[in-house]
């Protein structure tokens, strides 16, 4: 990992409803943890699916490719790529950078 | 379901009351804040819903005109709502567009088989959703004013077709009528057939003196006057006229739907028809001097009932011994008089005490080789 920012180029008619998504990516990362640590392999499923839904539909691809590991991490059980996964979510939420055009 | 979001409100600019609605149900509020705003920049009215079951709440209270859905809801999943969507048909017309993953062929054939009008794949991008969307619309907006036209089309041809039925049965048979258009056993699109018919004669008595001394356009007002009573006396008792010809007045009972009281009805008519008649008959021999009067006949029998005449002129018509027999009666009635067949009589006999009943006994009718007991009632 590098200290680079991440740059998200985002359709600036949807400028109004990013601070909330990205408030929601928050939350998100948050109960990935929660459940990353409960071992609840069906929330981590939902919220990965969730992430691969919504995330490129934004323009945040890499929220939507974070969240297909995740999902499939949680299908596989594969708890090791899951702690991966979300430690790499939660650098990419800190150091995301938002450009509107 | 939740409200319109802020934003997705302020960006649709308030859409007018007319505005196309559209329901979408995702459990993502990011998603769905995503697609009102998208919907909304279009001037669609945007409603929400978060779960299976408060979508089908909405769209039972208010039916969209068109619905995204989610294939994955908490509680009932989007598959099942489509399907329970088209399978009914006050929602089957609404188009549903499934919003599943790109690479989700499943959830496509899944789709397909519940009904689902079209895809939506996530990432969802903005010019695919309102293609999508806005085709729908077009086609659904098509089908609506195609089915209105028809809705219209079917009332006007309704309306004309009671208009002209009215002129012949009841006004409540022609509902009946009408009601039963369509299917396959409906009134006047049977062949000719024999069935048990009242028929009811009526003539007026004293008709030869008013042609002979009073004007033509006397004569024509006066036999408006004396058919409209008849008429009304016959309708109301929910009587079919199937011929009307110089003074006389030929109804049918028990057609062309089946009456369980034709003998009642066919009484409580005939003896309407000279009790609406009495007032005309007074004010006529005021004006004129003449003496009239409605003579009637009636026969219980079978008949056969039909639509006679060539590919150019048909007439719902009757015909059989009854009609002859009451025919033969009514010549024989005199003013205010209901003559009725033996057979018809036994039919009625519990409803004429009270009323004058004279057996005249067996009568020889011309036509008929053997005598006919005959009854008159009066008033």
């Not at chain 1, 601070?19 to 919220?47: G, I, V």
């Not at chain 1, 899951?82 to 939660?90: K, P, R, T």
């Not at chain 2, 769905?32 to 409603?47: D, H, I, K, S």
């Not at chain 2, 007026?204 to 006057?225: C, Y």
Request: hydrophobic content about 45%.
């Amino acid at each position: 990992m590098n200290d680079a920012a991440y740059h998200v180029k985002v359709d600036k008619g949807l400028a109004d409803l990013i601070p909330t998504f990205m408030s929601n990516r928050k939350k998100e990362l948050e109960a990935l943890r929660a459940a990353l640590a409960a071992a609840d392999f069906e929330q981590l499923r939902q919220l990965g699916h969730r992430m691969r839904g919504v995330g490129n539909s934004y323009g945040f691809d890499r929220v939507s490719d974070i969240g297909r590991s995740i999902e499939e991490g949680a299908k596989s059980g594969d708890k090791a790529s899951l702690e991966q996964q979300i430690a790499h979510y939660g650098e990419y939420l800190s150091r995301v950078q938002i450009a509107y055009e | 379901m939740t409200a319109v979001t802020d934003l997705a409100a302020a960006a649709s600019r308030a859409p007018a009351q007319s505005a196309f609605r559209v329901l979408v149900v995702d459990d993502d509020p990011d998603m769905t804040r995503f697609l009102c705003l998208l919907l909304g920049n279009e001037g669609m009215a945007v409603e929400t819903a978060s779960d299976g079951e408060s979508a089908m709440r909405s769209i039972v209270a208010s039916p969209p005109e068109m619905v995204l859905l989610d294939v994955l809801l908490p509680g009932r999943g989007g598959f099942e709502i489509c399907a329970r969507l088209k399978s009914d048909p006050a929602t089957a017309l609404i188009p549903v567009i499934l919003i599943t993953a790109l690479e989700d062929r499943e959830s496509r054939v899944r789709g397909i088989k519940a009904g689902a009008d079209d895809f939506l794949s996530k990432p969802v991008r903005r010019e695919e959703l309102l293609a999508r969307v806005q085709t729908l619309r077009r086609l659904h907006e098509t089908r609506r004013e195609l089915e209105a036209r028809r809705l219209a089309a079917e009332v006007q041809r309704k309306e004309a077709i009671r208009k002209a039925f009215s002129r012949y049965v009841s006004p409540r048979l022609a509902e009946r009528i009408i009601g039963s258009l369509g299917s396959e056993d409906a009134p006047f699109r049977e062949p000719a057939q024999r069935t048990d018919v009242v028929v009811l004669f009526a003539d007026l008595r004293g008709f030869t003196s008013i042609t002979e001394s009073i004007e033509v356009h006397h004569v024509v007002h006066m036999l408006n006057e004396y058919f409209a009573v008849l008429t009304e006396a016959a309708y109301q008792h929910e009587g079919t006229i199937f011929n009307m010809a110089g003074d006389s007045l030929l109804v049918g009972f028990n057609v062309p739907l089946p009456q369980p009281d034709a003998a009642e009805r066919a009484l409580r008519a005939a003896i309407d028809m000279i009790a609406r008649f009495a007032p005309v008959a007074a004010a006529w021999r005021r004006r004129h001097g003449i003496a009239t009067g409605v003579g009637i006949g009636m026969c219980l029998g079978e008949a056969i009932i039909g639509n006679v005449g060539s590919p150019h002129y048909m007439s719902y018509t009757v015909v059989g011994d009854p009609v002859n027999t009451a025919a033969r009666l009514t010549a024989m009635a005199q003013a205010d008089e209901v003559l009725v067949s033996g057979t018809l009589f036994d039919a009625l006999r519990s409803l004429v005490s009270g009323r004058r009943v004279e057996p005249r006994g067996d009568v020889a009718l011309r036509g008929k080789s053997e005598p006919v007991p005959v009854y008159a009632i009066r008033l």
